[in-house]
């Protein structure tokens, strides 16, 4: 018999809690607060904490009515203690506690990292689609904050490959949109902007794409780490030297070549990634997986190293949400890793795998 995992996250702006049976999620209650933030052009702390505060108990209720379940049908509580935003992070794990000591409930504590691993094991209700990890793995995790190369040699055993030096991946996308004063959140921008040059098949491109070549970040540099700073600045000198007649023709391949230039390098370090520690599957995963064109050049990858890959099989595991925490939780209770101290959890906002 499964557990029966409520899982809560609030590692940044998405209030979420799902209820989970082994890698069934039977609910995943996602509240955004994007509309919040955009006249930040960002996260603003105290706001998000505030906002987390104000949803935390509605979406936790609607979680169990969406799963037709009680508090008193729970095997566990999980929750997200890091890495995110601190003041974030504090509000979930107070009610995560508060839950856990209430109903005598053992509490598990999941790293939100591994939770976008296990986001692609995530099944319906009907337990589909069937997938199976094969080990060693190699996960490509790429966020709003967060950039990295992870190899993953069994359930609960990671080895960090690579990570960024500076920017996360999705961080840059926002601030090239915000260069370009398209708004936030960025990635989504950057994405539809550059969808008609990124959509024609590579060998039927025009000869001088990208028309705003960017330098490939750490492309001398013999590891898997990445860099997405001098990218970002590139692009703000470039920009500063185009009129606005210039800028206003030429959106779609400024947002095309920055695009471009970003995930030429997630697809290089992969491809080393491959080479180097020759896994059996690679598992892509973190917000920035919701960009289609991303999602076609790792399949391109995979075709090539003759490997499968994994991607989120729905939209809402994309993203933060609580599901695939619930998952990540499902196998740490199988081997009965709870937390031990329930009182000295606490929040980790720089928590590595």
């Known amino acids: 018999m499964n557990a029966l995992i409520l899982a809560i996250d609030t590692s940044c702006d998405e209030t979420s809690a799902a209820v989970s049976s082994g890698r069934r999620v039977l609910s995943n209650i996602i509240s955004s607060q994007v509309n919040l933030h955009k006249k930040y052009g960002g996260v603003y702390p105290a706001l998000a904490k505030r906002a987390h505060s104000q949803r935390i108990d509605p979406v936790v209720q609607e979680a169990l009515k969406r799963a037709r379940k009680a508090f008193e049908n729970l095997s566990a509580i999980a929750v997200t203690d890091g890495p995110g935003l601190a003041i974030a992070l504090e509000v979930g794990i107070a009610k ?8 005598g409930l053992p509490l598990i504590a999941i790293n939100h990292m591994e939770g976008h691993i296990y986001s692609t094991l995530a099944r319906n209700r009907n337990g589909k689609p069937e997938r199976e990890l094969a080990f060693p793995a190699l996960a490509l995790l790429v966020s709003g904050g967060h950039t990295e190369l992870v190899l993953m040699k069994n359930h609960g055993f990671y080895q960090v490959l690579g990570e960024t030096l500076d920017d996360a991946c999705g961080e ?169 101290n329930i009182e000295a959890l606490d929040r980790k906002p720089r928590l590595s795998l």
């Open 96 to 103: 995560a506690k508060q839950l856990a000591r209430k109903y």
């Open 172 to 340: 840059a996308l926002d601030k090239a949109a915000r260069i370009l004063k398209l708004g936030y959140p960025g990635g989504p921008i950057i994405e539809a902007l550059a969808e008609p040059l990124c959509s024609v098949p590579s060998d039927c491109r025009a000869p001088d794409f990208p028309k705003y070549p960017l330098n490939p970040p750490l492309k001398e540099k013999k590891n898997l780490n990445f860099s997405y700073s001098g990218l970002k600045t590139q692009f703000l000198y470039l920009v500063e030297k185009l009129s606005e007649k210039e800028l206003g023709q030429n959106l779609t391949h400024l947002a095309a070549s920055f695009q471009e230039a970003s995930f030429e390098q997630l697809v290089r370090k992969t491809s080393e990634a491959i080479e180097m520690y020759q896994p059996k599957i690679l598992v892509c995963a973190g917000g920035v997986m919701a960009n289609q064109y991303l999602r076609k050049l790792l399949r391109r990858v995979s075709r090539e190293k003759q490997i499968p890959v994994y991607f989120p099989s729905a939209p809402r595991l994309i993203g933060d949400n609580a599901a695939m925490i619930g998952v990540a939780a499902s196998y740490k209770y199988q081997r009965k890793e709870f937390v031990k």
